[in-house]
């Protein structure tokens, strides 16, 4: 049985435990905001990759294509509008309501467009209310627009203000941007470790305690020791996904962070005291039958967004996610 993560992650999460160490013991601590303001670059008089008003027709469109689409159960078109973790997800979302996936009711969005160069990837950031709560999404242009990462702000979270310049832009942080606490290329990783390991980890410095990172491991192991007595043998890890973060610079000198995890939970019959392994209500759609006796498997998308305060432990504010699918022996 595995403990308390992987070897992988962890040896991640030592490394940027070591770098953040070094920058704080040396004699060259961070640039105060003021600092870092005052050495900004003059905003660039060149025209921006994507216009304030492109970012606004291409959600407009997407909002009334994802509601046509979601009316008629069109499962393959919605697909056809979605990249990256949301292929997967919106997939899901139509296969386990038999494709009568829920609509939603938009409020009025305001827009994070990042300056970018053409010959760059090309995306920004709608906030907009949905429903009862407030959605973050962020779309990306290939041959078209399509939403890449959507996450839900939590009940008490509020989004930091983002730094824009003059003419509204905002400033982009790169993935392996050193003025900011965390740089945005190990957000996932750390995250990935803590909630394997929980307070005890090497991450635990650096990512806040709350329901998506210290809580889960806890909830982790508590399902380890309970399938452990009926038999079974429980497991569940997080990897970071493979797919595009995206992170913009905040008015106090941090970050705002959007990227996505992948969990699979494993569950094995080892004693067979119980001839059949017990299956997440949310999973069922995804099995092709309704018993496994040895072995089942439960594979998840997680969209997450993270504030990086200049000096203090990330904090996830956003999350969406869900099963997308499952398998058995």
Not at 42 to 71: C, K, M, Q
Not at 75 to 85: F, L, N, P, S, V
Not at 124 to 139: I, M, Y
Request: proline residues 7%; neutral net charge; contains cysteine.
């Amino acid at each position: 049985m595995r403990a308390y993560g992987r070897r992988g992650w962890a040896a991640v999460a030592a490394g940027v435990l070591a770098a953040v160490t070094a920058c704080s013991a040396s004699g060259d601590p961070r640039p105060s905001l003021a600092a870092a303001t005052a050495a900004a670059a003059p905003t660039p008089t060149s025209a921006p990759g994507v216009s304030l008003s492109e970012a606004a027709n291409a959600f407009s469109e997407y909002v009334l294509t994802d509601d046509l689409l979601r009316d008629a159960g069109d499962r393959r078109m919605a697909r056809e509008i979605t990249r990256d973790g949301r292929v997967d997800l919106v997939n899901a979302e139509y296969a386990s309501t038999r494709d009568r996936p829920a609509r939603h009711t938009w409020g009025t969005p305001s827009f994070l467009v990042p300056r970018l160069d053409a010959n760059e990837l090309l995306w920004f950031t709608a906030v907009v209310p949905r429903d009862d709560r407030t959605a973050v999404l962020t779309f990306v242009k290939g041959t078209d627009w399509r939403l890449s990462s959507l996450s839900l702000l939590l009940p008490w979270a509020k989004l930091p203000e983002v730094k824009r310049d003059a003419a509204g832009y905002a400033e982009v942080v790169g993935l392996d941007d050193k003025s900011v606490q965390i740089s945005p290329r190990y957000v996932a990783p750390l995250h990935a470790t803590i909630a394997e390991r929980g307070p005890t980890g090497i991450a635990a410095n650096l990512v806040a305690p709350g329901a998506y990172t210290t809580e889960t491991a806890a909830t982790i192991a508590d399902n380890r020791t309970e399938a452990k007595t009926d038999g079974f043998r429980y497991d569940s890890i997080f990897t970071p996904a493979d797919y595009p973060v995206y992170a913009l610079r905040t008015v106090d000198g941090g970050a705002l962070v959007q990227y996505s995890l992948l969990r699979t939970t494993s569950m094995t019959n080892v004693v067979f005291v119980n001839p059949f392994l017990p299956i997440p209500p949310s999973g069922r759609w995804a099995l092709a039958r309704d018993n496994y006796s040895q072995t089942t498997k439960v594979y998840e998308t997680q969209q997450y967004i993270a504030a990086l305060p200049p000096a203090a432990a990330a904090r996830v504010i956003g999350y969406d996610g869900a099963i997308t699918r499952a398998n058995g022996t």
